[in-house]
């Protein structure tokens, strides 16, 4: 089964300088940043995989990452390189 990769610079291309220095320097944007990572992972191992998973737990997942994504959009908006 073919999963697209939701990784943030896959998502933002165009900030991947911007993550990069506040994934260094801001200790809020790194921890959202990890939990995005890895919820990003864990979804996409599931769906790769093909793993039997409840319907309404992938989507909360999804939902939880789509929430975390928008958090780090704002402090990537609000970046001043």
Known sequence: MHVEHH????????????IQ??????LHFAK??????GLTNEIET?????LPVND???EEMKKQRL????D???A????KA
């Not at 990784?7 to 911007?18: I, R």
């Not at 959202?32 to 990572?37: E, M, N, R, V």
């Not at 990537?76 to 970046?79: I, N, T």
Request: aromatic fraction near 14%.
């Open 72 to 74: 780090l959009y704002r």
């Open 46 to 50: 599931l769906e790769r995989d093909d």
């Open 32 to 37: 959202l940043f990890d939990q995005y990572d």
């Open 7 to 18: 990784d943030l610079v896959t998502e933002f291309p165009e900030y991947s300088a911007a």
């Open 67 to 70: 929430a975390l994504k928008d």
């Open 56 to 58: 309404t737990l992938i």
């Open 21 to 26: 220095a506040l994934r260094q320097s801001d």
């Open 76 to 79: 990537l908006l609000a970046y």
